[in-house]
């Protein structure tokens, strides 16, 4: 099986290269297994990272519908799923919160056209050198982020106003009210984290996701809990998607939305190319950078034209595609499929969903997130801990943005560093 690593320059989607070599029968049952795998873990993933960034949870489906789709489609994986991921929490919950919804979806179009354009630019090699000391502390930050944004629908706490968006003003808030915790949220939430955790321990092949939340929502309708659902916060998902439109858009808004949409862009080409980069462990493949952020791009700016938030390449459900035995990029094509049509059938049963069983699922997205045997590692050793450190600190305290270019400062200057002092010794 060649690699890829002849063509991996090429602006070639890895579903044309497929189509080239040839595509049998067996392989599109594979494909087919592999993608309702992937969308029954999606399923429940991309509503909790919607509602965890401040959207409705139908946005967290579009995105992973739309985007998935395109992602699939157009890629220079042949394994990349794309959707909503945890890592953009963060940036899409303040960006909604500073410039509403409509400003979301503007900014998450303008990162799209950026990330298009950084592939067509041939800077995706680039990317892929970020330090790891700097990958593996903001996304320790970012897990650390979601955690605590997700205390107040497990704890089933009641807020006299809105909740802070800063780190600390948030914990203050959460404190004050810990006297309205809601037990039976709590145990809804807590025992949907246990499941899953128990599932991953003794039945990994098992979707611990989804059962832990069906369990959860029987549980809550059958003994009639005073645990707030989907329905009751949200109300009834729509039964498919809703028409293309273009958000609007003025020079002022854009220029205002033009640090946002750098972060998004930013961020979108570190994930995507990592989550690509794990998918090439596991196969022995390699993929095309430079098309990856095209389609990354594309996929972008169909999302924000269909309502849905960032799409990004996800590295657990991209490594359960492979796992599940997926052959091609059909595989990420018809998860999007079946998410839509879980929508058009099935939309009205996502309202018993509990919120706080997909805090439940957060909390253990979080915990993995975290590369705990790297950041031990990294703290060993003086300059990768100080680079990992401030990225850590600054992601969780002052934002995503300041901790990579921080971090990536620091490397660069410990780098130059070392590098004198190895030529005055020699």
């Excluded at 989550?275 to 090439?280: F, G, L, N």
């Excluded at 060993?380 to 100080?386: F, G, H, K, T």
Aim: with cysteine; hydrophobic share 55%; net charge positive.
């Amino acid at each position: 099986m060649p690699d890829g690593t002849a063509t991996a320059h090429l602006y070639r989607p890895k579903l044309i290269t497929m189509v080239m070599e040839g595509y049998q029968a067996a392989h599109f049952r594979k494909d087919v297994m592999a993608a309702l795998t992937v969308a029954i873990v999606a399923l429940p993933l991309s509503m909790a990272f919607a509602i965890a960034s401040g959207v409705t949870p139908e946005r967290g489906l579009y995105t992973a519908i739309v985007g998935g789709f395109l992602v699939s489609a157009l890629g220079g994986s042949r394994f990349q799923i794309g959707g909503p991921a945890g890592a953009f929490i963060l940036l899409v919950s303040a960006t909604s919160a500073h410039f509403g919804l409509q400003g979301l979806l503007l900014t998450v179009l303008m990162s799209g056209v950026l990330l298009t354009l950084l592939g067509l630019s041939r800077l995706g090699s680039l990317i892929r050198h970020i330090p790891h000391a700097v990958t593996v502390g903001f996304t320790a930050g970012i897990a650390i982020v979601i955690l605590s944004s997700q205390l107040r629908d497990l704890l089933g706490l009641t807020l006299p106003g809105a909740e802070p968006g800063p780190l600390m003003p948030k914990l203050t808030a959460l404190g004050a009210a810990w006297r309205t915790c809601n037990p039976a949220a709590f145990a809804v939430g807590a025992g949907s984290a246990i499941l899953i955790f128990l599932q991953r321990r003794f039945k990994p092949n098992w979707p611990g996701m989804l059962l832990a939340v069906i369990a959860a929502s029987l549980l809550v309708a059958l003994l009639h809990l005073p645990v707030e659902t989907i329905g009751r916060r949200f109300g009834e998902l729509p039964h498919g998607l809703p028409r293309p439109a273009l958000p609007p858009v003025t020079p002022a808004l854009l220029l205002a939305l033009l640090p946002s949409a750098l972060s998004f862009t930013l961020l979108g080409g570190v994930e995507s190319l990592l989550s690509a980069k794990v998918a090439d462990s596991m196969t022995g493949r390699k993929h095309r950078s430079n098309m990856e952020l095209v389609a990354q791009g594309i996929a972008n700016i169909g999302s924000a034209l269909f309502g849905g938030i960032a799409v990004t390449g996800t590295i657990a459900r991209t490594a359960t595609n492979v796992r599940a035995g997926a052959k091609s990029p059909l595989s990420g094509m018809m998860h999007a499929l079946f998410l839509l049509l879980f929508l058009v059938i099935a939309a009205p049963l996502a309202g018993y969903v509990p919120l706080a069983a997909l805090a439940g699922v957060l909390v253990v997205v979080c915990w993995y997130m975290v590369e705990k045997k790297e950041f031990t590692v990294l703290l060993r050793n003086w300059p990768s801990a100080v680079v990992l450190l401030a990225t850590f600190i600054l992601t969780i305290f002052r934002d995503l943005t300041a901790g990579i270019i921080a971090g990536c400062l620091l490397a660069a200057l410990l780098a130059i560093f070392h590098r004198k002092v190895r030529e005055e010794g020699a």
